[in-house]
């Protein structure tokens, strides 16, 4: 079993609709959680980060955690074809430990 | 924000040459920076973790002598790849978190693009 695991997609959806995507863990060591966004032939870009379970919100994406289930969530609402990209789950136990990543979500927004 | 530097972006070399990526990180300090390895449609993959003023350490079935990495400094990293093949060919990410800050953020950078012809 991963210890991350994401479904690959992809996920289309259309302009306005609300995305959610999602990842469960195993390690239940894991404290930080956090969700990049990849576009194509680009690096990771920090979206949100979160430790403890609940909601966290910035703008039109919120980002969930539930540490009891080991179920991490990314919601992201009006979304925009500009969102389209891959959208690559992460957490770590802490400190300057390495970060585990999910294989990552393609969305797709259709206009 | 923290903003991570990666140079060059794309490189094109011959096989058996070596080949070098800096990492800066711009607005921060950096004791710890990441080197990962992405094939397309893959997620990321950890090469090695480097560590300022000491050796880096390499993830299982990462040959250290063929990717030497160097973190002389608080704000860079490179990443050396030696004696490049066709094989070598892929997309190299480095990434780093800010001295200090216990939390887990990573910043990565644009990436680099290596073809090994």
């Known amino acids: 079993q991963k210890e991350v695991e994401q479904d690959p997609g992809p996920l289309s959806v259309p302009e306005g609709a609300i995305v959610s995507l999602n990842c469960t863990y195993s390690?239940?060591?894991?404290?930080?959680f956090m969700w990049y966004r990849q576009y194509s032939r680009k690096g990771p870009e920090l979206l949100m980060y979160t430790y403890s379970s609940g909601n966290k919100e910035d703008g039109r994406f919120t980002a969930q955690v539930d540490k009891s289930s080991k179920y991490i969530s990314l919601f992201i609402r009006d979304s925009q074809p500009s969102d389209s990209a891959t959208y690559l789950c992460a957490m770590n136990s802490g400190g300057y430990q390495k970060v585990t990543f999910g294989i990552g979500t393609k969305l797709q927004v259709i206009p | 924000g923290a903003v991570v530097s990666q140079h060059p972006s794309w490189v094109i070399c011959k096989s058996g040459t070596s080949v070098k990526i800096e990492c800066r990180s711009l607005?921060?300090?950096?004791?710890?920076m990441f080197w990962y390895r992405q094939f397309p449609k893959q997620s990321l993959m950890l090469m090695a973790t480097s560590n300022e003023g000491s050796k880096a350490t390499y993830e299982q079935g990462v040959e250290k002598d063929k990717f030497l990495i160097n973190h002389a400094s608080l704000t860079l990293s490179t990443l050396t790849v030696t004696s490049a093949h066709p094989e070598d060919s892929s997309f190299y990410i480095c990434?780093?978190?800010?001295?200090?800050?216990?939390?887990?953020?990573?910043?990565f950078g644009e990436g680099s693009r290596l073809t090994v012809l």
């Open positions: 390690n239940s060591a894991f404290q930080y």
């Open positions: 607005d921060f300090q950096a004791t710890t």
């Open positions: 990434s780093a978190m800010i001295a200090g800050f216990n939390t887990g953020e990573l910043f």
